[in-house]
Nanobody, 120 residues
Framework: QVQLVESGGGLVQPGGSLTLSCTGT????????MAWFRQAPGKQREVVAD??????????NYVDSVKGRFTISRDNAKNTMYLQMNSLRPEDTAVYYC???????????WGQGTQVTVSS
């Protein structure tokens, strides 16, 4: 059974930075297209960034609203995925989740997520 655990969230002022981490058991991240998702209050969960499997090139993609500010990466030796978030804005406030990407959806059951709150 695949289990995903997100961490690293917190309260940060606008313009600040956070780095989220995602670890998993029962899955090898490098073998799949992985993604960070987020869900803000009252909104649907959305893909923020994804990273393609190693065999397909390992490319990264970002939703327009985070391009130039967020960086997704993967440490294959540690089987850990990261989301470096810079220049954070109040609209980035959400619960952030990691998962294997399946279109606009996550393939596995969701973890507990990690709350990111951007506020002064």
């Amino acid at each position: 059974q695949v289990q995903l655990v997100e961490s690293g969230g917190g309260l940060v002022q606008p313009g600040g930075s956070l780095t989220l981490s995602c670890t998993g058991t029962g899955i090898i991240f490098s073998a799949y297209n992985m993604a960070w998702f987020r869900q803000a209050p009252g909104k649907q969960r959305e893909v923020v960034a994804d990273i393609i499997s190693v065999t397909s090139g390992g490319y990264t993609n970002y939703v327009d609203s985070v391009k130039g500010r967020f960086t997704i990466s993967r440490d294959n030796a540690k089987n850990t995925m990261y989301l470096q978030m810079n220049s954070l804005r109040p609209e980035d406030t959400a619960v952030y989740y990691c998962n294997r990407r399946f279109g606009a959806l996550g393939y596995y059951s969701w973890g507990q997520g990690t709350q990111v709150t951007v506020s002064s």
